[in-house]
């Protein structure tokens, strides 16, 4: 059993990286700060970046945004904003790292920091975060298994009485039989519900105010 509930854990941290293994984003950052680096502006710059054959694999319809951008003279961060809201074929962390580079340029263009060197910071912001939410991915991973399992226990009972030829409403035959069913139905949904919160809590954010309480 053992060996089981292992098997799952790898199996669910594997389907957990593969969801959130889509880091285009962080390219596409990578390539605009080299772009700006070169000594073209932010708007020239994207849209090299969204032709790049990575990126473009990953966002094809990002590049047909940004030439307008280029062609209508409108900012880049005001393209890539409509970008998240409507979705563009993006997932919802991609959505949110791009969210994060719009942030970024937004912030250089106010304080006027090199936008190069915000562009580089934020795509290695991306890239930290979607390397926390996979590590949280892989830990939570055998404890979510182990939930799965020990829920589906319940079960095992009139699965055992089938097996051996014992029809399950013999096993519930008596007024006792049937409140101790309930009964074990009621406590298993409340360790299901309870598992759910202390894993959701796991995988809560940390405190970044500075706050150790």
Not at 95 to 106: G, I, K
Not at 131 to 139: G, K, S
Not at 161 to 170: F, S, T, Y
């Amino acid at each position: 059993m053992v060996a089981w509930v292992a098997r799952i854990a790898r199996r669910a941290g594997r389907r957990s990286r593969r969801r959130s293994d889509d880091p285009w984003v962080a390219d596409f950052a990578e390539v605009v700060a080299v772009g700006l680096d070169a000594g073209l502006d932010l708007s020239a710059a994207a849209l090299a970046s969204a032709r790049s054959p990575g990126v473009r694999s990953r966002a094809p319809w990002l590049s047909a945004h940004l030439q307008g951008s280029v062609d209508d003279g409108r900012p880049v961060t005001t393209v890539l904003e409509g970008g998240c809201a409507v979705g563009s074929g993006t997932g919802p962390e991609a959505r949110r790292d791009l969210a994060l580079l719009v942030a970024a340029w937004r912030l250089a263009e106010e304080v006027g920091a090199a936008a190069s060197a915000v562009t580089t910071s934020a795509a290695t912001s991306v890239r930290e975060r979607r390397a926390a939410v996979d590590r949280t991915a892989v830990v939570v991973a055998g404890p979510r298994a182990s939930m799965v399992l020990l829920s589906a226990l319940p079960l095992a009972g009139p699965a055992a009485a089938v097996v051996v030829g014992l029809p399950p409403a013999r096993l519930y035959d008596s007024v006792g039989s049937r409140v101790l069913g309930v009964v074990g139905l009621l406590l298993t949904a409340a360790g299901w519900w309870w598992a759910r919160r202390l894993l959701r809590r796991a995988r809560r954010p940390g405190r970044t105010n500075g706050d150790p309480a």
